[in-house]
């Protein structure tokens, strides 16, 4: 089948494209026009892939999410149990200057998907996904009896992803009193905490 | 002074307007022509206040703050103590229709503000807002004996920070997964493990 080979291929160069005028101007600067001049095609080609910056957006937050799952997997998590997890979370935080593209592309999403279907379905695919590597870190504590009797897992979680979402956007929006090394520290103090 | 009276009276009705638009249709539907229709001006008139959507925004974001801290200061907080921080907690949360729609302004303008110093300060002084209350909150229960020894205040209010940020994008984005009832819990819950 030729023709959806060569349709994935497409995306992928475009993903690429997309990728690189993120990295180098920012989320805000990657428009169709930006995209289509970085890949060497021409708008109205770029045009049949996405039409709106809602679903441009959408298409750069499915490709963050397939980088997230390709790192979490191939990442190597030995070491003590709170260290892996903590290592595994980090993997969806702005880190770096990689994984700081990656959250404006989430928190850029988070106010423009409002009305947009396409949009939406891709932020609540990113967002559940957090949530979902956030229960099982706490399922992981769980087993290793990390997680204190009296603790009830799925709010803990719910605790863990909402924790999760306030420090990438501290680090996206004050990042003056939220450096990756702080982020890492509250981050493994909150773990410790779930022990108790 | 007649003319300073008289323009604060203005920025009060635009305010006014402003809000009922938010309200009513949300914070993506708060344009200068939807304003100025509302508060019955022209475009133009109201373009003597604000010229962009960035300092609209950032107008909207001042008159939340001015809400927000006129109802802390009118708020009784009797009571044992950890109740009185977290519904001081609460007043900043989106716990209900209003403060939802003040938690959608906030959550719009911190993608907007890139680039635009109006919009961009604004965002600063609410956040700085929301980080004061934070840190005046672990500094009542580390008076009241309520903040276990071995916890560094700022550090802790950091973590509080963030997930009150947390829990507002929740409510905003995922309310399925985050009604009002189950974000006090979780402000309860975090509270408490202050203490020990």
Partial sequence: MPKIV?????REEIAEALWRVVR??????ATVRSIAAEAGWSPSALRHYFSTQAELLAFAMEHVVTRV???????????PVRVAVRRLLEELLPMDAERRAEAEVWLRLT??????????DWLRRANDGTGEVAAIVVGVL??????AGHRDPGFEAARLHALIDGLAIHVLTRPESMPPER?????????????T
């Fill in 69 to 79: 799952r390709a790192r979490i997997e191939t990442t190597d998590f030995q070491g």
């Fill in 111 to 120: 106010t423009r998907a409002q009305g947009d279907p396409t949009a939406t």
């Fill in 183 to 195: 982020m890492s520290a509250l981050l493994a103090a909150h773990l410790e905490d779930l022990a």
């Fill in 6 to 10: 060569d349709h994935q291929v497409r």
């Fill in 24 to 29: 180098r101007d920012g989320v805000g600067a």
């Fill in 142 to 147: 769980a087993a290793e009896g990390e997680l």
